[in-house]
């Protein structure tokens, strides 16, 4: 059974840090592309990034980029998402997700996907 397991979120102010984790299983991880996503209330879900866990290649949204950092272990099935430099505006629930291809942003060329994880960044 294919599962991603997003974990990590919380509550940060302005400025400060969190990193998240998805953790899969029932696939060969080291093959695929594993993107990170994110929807604030009202607005449509957003790529946020994405990584090809087979040779470490990344993309960023233009939005998050320089500030945040996708990395895999893939030794723990794992990806990580390091947010640094948090605005108000990263405010969302972050999903991760497994695609194929690069599909960068394409929330359609992703078959699964986590429950989702919470940032809210506030003063």
């Known amino acids: 059974e294919v599962q991603l397991q997003a974990s990590g979120g919380g509550s940060v102010q302005p400025g400060g840090s969190l990193r998240l984790s998805c953790v899969a299983s029932?696939?060969?991880?080291?093959?695929?592309?594993i993107g990170w996503f994110r929807q604030a209330p009202g607005k449509e879900r957003e790529g946020v990034g994405c990584?090809?866990?087979?040779?470490?290649?990344?993309w960023y949204a233009d939005s998050v980029k320089g500030r945040f950092t996708i990395s895999s272990d893939n030794n723990k099935n794992t990806v990580y998402l390091q947010m640094n430099a948090l605005k108000p505006e990263d405010t969302a629930v972050y999903y991760c997700?497994?695609?194929?291809?690069?599909?960068?942003?394409?929330?359609?060329?992703?078959?699964?996907w986590g429950q989702g994880t919470q940032v809210t960044v506030s003063s």
């Open positions: 990584i090809a866990t087979g040779n470490h290649w990344t």
């Open positions: 997700a497994r695609s194929w291809g690069d599909y960068h942003d394409d929330p359609q060329g992703y078959d699964y």
């Open positions: 029932g696939f060969t991880f080291d093959e695929c592309n």
